[in-house]
């Protein structure tokens, strides 16, 4: 009888449908109902799909490709999905999600459901890096709504990930033997606070490349192309390698590796500048040894052209060229003409100043009682490169005295005279060393010839001489 009672028919239904409710959450059937709905509730629309690329017709890469892989990646729903791909991250314990080949995510925006699919080509597979593509699926009925703010919406998103230096860096070679570059992530944790050099020097470089970031309506006013490059010239370990590095997690760029000796010709090297895109460092390391030696079948004038290449339109944004070289003495002169390369830095061996920030950032030390007879030994001409002295202070990194004794003795036997001449003049805190900071072509070449004049373009003398300075000047530091 106390089944017809309809108030104890409410409050068992309730309690049928509260229990239902908490196994189906307990037990993630819940889910399993969502996407049964969602099948469900497809029949009844029609959808539209837009293929996002990762390489364009003339395969290069697709920047909204990467804009759009950003965006994903950054959404709660990835977290959602029912299988996702964990990978280590750039920072020390970081995890990361990453999208896995097939996988459909969804987003919400305005109201309206949008789903992205990860479709990586078959014929692929041995090399997933490429022709991957994200599909975008949207209700026709919403499209006409939100298509155009939702991809806008896609573009400020990426932008101020990449603007908060999320966006994670890939280092691209060109071993690839169809003469594409391979990107692989690129990690390394040199930054300009662990690089070993005189602080004035680091910040001009510095604040070189972020007025170089800013510049971008100047260089466009003025007509010319947004772009710097760099030669880091000196012996062996002393840091050139490492700078590079902190140069691309200084301005978040990506890193170009052109190993000249994998470089079949001249056009190979040519076809190799349109695939780079902006935002990049373009590198050439050990300049000096495949042209002297000619270690490659690439040809002198096929360098230059390459270094002239940046010029041309299809590369003209946003490109920091940087080559290495152990000596430029012996390098052909039109190598280093003003234009092609804008800024001389030497990376001497190891003097005292340098050997102090080593031991500060490998030791922990700012002070010892050995220091005055290391410094002695420096000023007596004695000098290893800094890759030598951190090496030994890794290996003695729990004894500081031990490891400055073996950075001792390892100066007095394998350092003796190489630091010839170079004490002092490590790193420019003199005329002469401001000189190869100084400014050699590109922007700064014409009528740029003296340190003083290079501190003036800079703005160091804007404050004492606002009169003098021309509007080259005062614009360079935008
Ligand atoms: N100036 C420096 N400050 C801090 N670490 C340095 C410095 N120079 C070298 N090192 C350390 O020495 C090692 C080798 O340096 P790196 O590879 O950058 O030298 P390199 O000049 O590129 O040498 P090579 O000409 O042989 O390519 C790195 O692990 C780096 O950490
Ligand atoms: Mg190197």
Redesign the pocket.
């Known amino acids: 009888m106390i089944l017809y009672n309809p108030i104890f028919l409410i409050i068992l239904i309730i309690f049928v449908f509260f229990l239902i409710r908490v196994i189906a959450y307990k037990t993630g059937l819940i889910y399993l109902v969502k996407r049964w709905w969602r099948i469900f509730e497809d029949c009844f629309h029609v959808y539209q799909f837009y293929r996002v690329p990762e390489l364009n017709e003339s395969t290069q890469e697709n920047q909204l490709y990467r804009k759009v892989s950003l965006y994903l990646h950054s959404l709660s729903s990835i977290e959602d999905s029912d299988f996702t791909n964990l990978v280590a991250g750039k920072k020390l314990n970081d995890i990361v999600l990453c999208l896995n080949p097939k996988q459909t995510i969804e987003d919400d925006f305005l109201g309206a459901r949008v789903f992205w699919l990860n479709e990586v080509d078959e014929k692929s597979e041995s090399n997933p890096n490429r022709n991957r593509t994200l599909i975008l699926k949207i209700r026709k009925a919403d499209k006409r709504r939100i298509l155009r703010p939702y991809l806008q919406h896609i573009h400020t998103v990426a932008d101020e990930i990449e603007q908060r230096g999320k966006r994670d860096l890939k280092l691209f070679t060109n071993v690839d033997p169809n003469g594409r570059w391979r990107p692989v992530p690129f990690t390394h944790p ?1 930054t300009f606070d ?4 005189e602080d004035d020097l680091k910040n001009k470089i510095k604040s070189d490349l972020e007025s170089f970031l800013r510049a971008k309506q100047y260089y466009h006013r003025l007509g010319r192309v947004w772009k710097r490059s760099f030669l ?1 010239y ?10 590079i590095a902190a140069m691309a997690n200084f301005l978040s760029y990506d890193v170009y590796d052109i190993d000249l000796s994998k470089v079949p010709s001249d056009s190979d090297l040519k076809f190799l500048l349109p695939q780079t895109t902006p935002k990049s460092i373009i590198v050439i ?2 300049l000096d040894r495949f042209l002297v030696e000619r270690l490659t079948a690439v040809s002198l004038s096929g360098v230059l052209n390459f270094m002239d290449g940046i010029l041309n339109s299809c590369c003209a944004e946003e490109r920091v060229m940087v080559f ?1 070289m ?1 000596n430029k003495d012996n390098v052909n002169p039109s190598v280093l003409r003003p234009g092609r390369i804008d800024f001389h830095i030497h ?1 001497p061996l190891c003097d005292f100043s ?1 050997f102090k ?2 031991a500060n ?1 490998y030791l922990g030390v700012k002070e010892h009682k050995l220091f005055p007879q290391v410094q002695e030994i420096f000023h007596n001409g004695a000098s290893l ?3 030598e002295i ?2 030994l202070m890794i290996a003695n990194r729990n004894s500081p005295s031990r490891a400055i004794k073996s950075v001792i003795s390892a100066l007095q036997t394998d350092g003796e005279g190489r630091g010839n001449g170079k004490i002092g003049r490590q790193f420019g805190s003199n005329a002469e060393d401001l000189d190869e900071l100084e400014p050699h072509g590109g922007l700064c070449s014409e009528g740029f010839q003296t340190g003083k004049d290079f501190r003036k373009l800079y703005g160091f003398l804007r404050l004492k001489n606002n009169k003098k300075s021309g509007s080259l000047d005062a614009a360079a530091v935008q």
């Not at 662990?194 to 050099?197: F, K, L, N, R, S």
């Open positions: 040199s662990t690089i070993a050099m880091l000196g012996p062996s370990g002393t840091g050139k390698s490492s700078f390391e050990d290495t152990n990376f340098a920030a080593l950032s490169s800094p890759a951190c090496e």
